[in-house]
């Protein structure tokens, strides 16, 4: 099979430590347009800049007040992902009664339970980042212990709002949970603010990476209404963000720099624009306005994307 631009583009970042093309510094120049704005939020600052792409892309580097940032990777890191939100270790692991977060305050060991299903075994087999001592553990025993730092960096995403199910490829009303008030203002204030559109924030997926962690170029396409945007937060550890078009064969390939407190926008064209993260960086610009929090080793060399979107479409 033909190797097309965009999987040439991927596979470089995957296994360079190379810097992409576009960051907060130089993004005027490659830009199509930006516009700086005074905003009325509380959660914003009260200047941010934005950058306009092809396809209606929109780049929007450190909009957020500290405050705010600070506040919700606190509250990713020390509740959205963990149960009772569904999470990526959940239907293999027994989970929903532990307390996670607590454990990992106070640095104590977790005894973990694996399902008994062969779904469940094979996703221990084909870990490829478990020791083999703890594979042994899983199939031997179905019980290993671990430490809870380890179980969380297990965690490859976890869900909030309407739910996602990736095994039927729809969304279950029928499983929901609360998007914190800060995610939800902070998304209405940049729809109204910035994408110039009524957003209903009704679901989000949380990505959680550690730096062997990738997600090849897709297209997010399960939304009702294609016409409202796909808002992308970062924290944490900087990453290679990639942007191709409709095509996987068209050659028009743009790579970003996304840092701590950038937030990306696919909306128009771009929505349904193939995109990735091919790598994830050992830059952190964020590390020293975490470092008095009780998360930083969780977020110090990892990196949080917030996916927030429109999950139905209303007259």
Known sequence: MERTKLREVEKYHMHSEALPTINSTNAHTFCQSQEQITTNSKFLKDTVTAYYFKGGFIFIPNPLRKEVKREITKEVLT???YPPYRNSIDRSLEIEDLDIY????????ISVKMYDSPVAKIKIKQNPYAPPEEKESFLNTGIVKISPIELIKKIRWSSIGIYYDWEIKAYNKEITSKIPDVIDQVCKDISQEICKVSF???TAVINY???KDRIMSHIDRYEEDMSKPLISFSFGASCVFVLGTKEREDPSVDTFLLED???AI???DSRE???GVPKILSLNKGLEDYKNEEFFSLISESRINISVRQAYKYD
């Open 102 to 109: 607590g454990a990992y305050l106070h640095n104590k060991e």
């Open 200 to 202: 209903i924030p009704e």
């Open 261 to 263: 407190g950038d937030i």
């Open 273 to 275: 624009y193939f995109h």
């Open 266 to 268: 696919l909306i128009g």
């Open 79 to 81: 509740k959205l992902l």
């Open 209 to 211: 990476y550690q730096k």
